[in-house]
């Protein structure tokens, strides 16, 4: 791309060296040099003037490639809204001798500037306003509600479980990344602690695997509350405002968006409400790897991580034996199951 970048600009340079020269070559002056070498050295020269000019094109067309499309999008409306505001001023000084009769040209180029300015800074408000009014990828019922959208917390990218979930099938619509819980994630993953920052960059790594996946469509959307400093009100705040649910893992958001009214898909409870049903009388195999907290209890694990607690299994600790269900328990932790062993023999 530079190379062809140099090229193009060496051949206009040309071009333009070549134009000079037949512009000298008409005025009525005396040329020491013949017409042909004029030309030659005309378009020598102005090659050399476009090769010379290539890295400080090709450095501001990298900064062109940085700017964000939001911010394009939103100055370009700025600049478009800054010259139709200097067309009108410019009528009622048009003819006026005031600044050599420059004013009028003097007013639009001020207003440009201007209402670039004015359209990055004001970026979050313009697309929020497109977003009430005409939709785009995410939003789009005359409700300014979003159709199927959830909004991922920093808690459950971090857990990392969304990426199966996802990956599964059984979630639909748009996941929404807003750009204030990103920001927290890189504040996490730049932290001098050495957990939080392997927390922070798993949880970053997470974001980028589901992005990547043709499963779901992920948004990062720019909305922010500038106003409100917490995470947690600006993704209650935003839940409400697009009408989207919230998923997360952290309990304590959890009853916020119960007491706000936002719906509330939780991983935890999805973890919970897929684990295998376990019944009293059924046998399971299973290894008992410690004791309880009653005295001769011993406490094993099914797979999915579910503590089945072994009465009188202390005996058995580290061996596998066949327990049978007497009775499960539900909490707000998990599933519990209590059992006791099947025989007093080894299983085998």
Not at 104 to 118: C, D, E, K, N, Q
Not at 146 to 160: E, F, M, N, W, Y
Not at 165 to 194: C, M, N, R, W, Y
Not at 317 to 346: C, D, H, N, Y
Request: net charge neutral; with cysteine.
């Amino acid at each position: 791309m530079e190379s062809f970048l140099r090229f193009i600009l060496t051949i206009l340079g040309g071009i333009v060296g070549y134009q000079g020269a037949l512009y000298i070559n008409g005025l009525d002056v005396i040329i020491p040099v013949s017409s042909t070498y004029l030309m030659v050295i005309g378009v020598c020269l102005g090659a050399l003037i476009g090769l010379a000019i290539s890295p400080f094109v090709e450095n501001l067309f990298r900064r062109l490639l940085k700017i964000h499309s939001r911010d394009i999008i939103s100055g370009s409306i700025g600049l478009i809204s800054g010259l139709l505001i200097a067309i009108l001023a410019s009528i009622p000084v048009q003819g006026l001798e005031i600044a050599g009769g420059y004013l009028p040209l003097i007013i639009t180029m001020f207003m440009a500037v201007l209402g670039w300015s004015i359209g990055v800074k004001k970026r979050q408000e313009i697309i929020a306003i497109f977003h009430r009014q005409t939709g785009n990828s995410v939003l789009g019922n005359k409700n300014n509600e979003v159709i199927g959208a959830k909004i991922l917390d920093t808690s459950v990218i971090i857990d990392g479980r969304i990426s199966d979930i996802t990956k599964s099938g059984f979630i639909e619509g748009s996941l929404i990344v807003p750009s204030f819980v990103l920001e927290e994630l890189q504040h996490i993953a730049d932290s001098s602690d050495v957990l939080k920052r392997n927390r922070g960059r798993r949880g970053l790594d997470i974001l980028n695997k589901i992005q990547k996946e043709p499963y779901v469509n992920v948004h990062i959307i720019e909305q922010n509350y500038d106003d409100i400093s917490e995470v947690d009100s600006k993704l209650v705040k935003l839940a409400k405002d697009i009408g989207a649910k919230v998923i997360t893992n952290d309990y304590n958001l959890n009853k916020v968006c119960e007491l706000q009214g936002v719906a509330v898909l939780n991983i935890n409870e999805l973890a919970n409400a897929v684990k295998p049903i376990v019944l009293p009388g059924e046998e399971l195999k299973v290894h008992v790897i410690k004791d309880g907290k009653e005295q001769g209890q011993g406490v094993a694990y099914l797979d999915d991580g579910t503590m089945i607690v072994v009465d009188g299994g202390r005996r058995y600790i580290g061996e596998t034996i066949g327990v049978l269900v007497t009775s499960v328990l539900q909490t707000a932790a998990g599933r519990m199951i209590f059992a006791k062993p099947k025989a007093i023999e080894k299983a085998l």
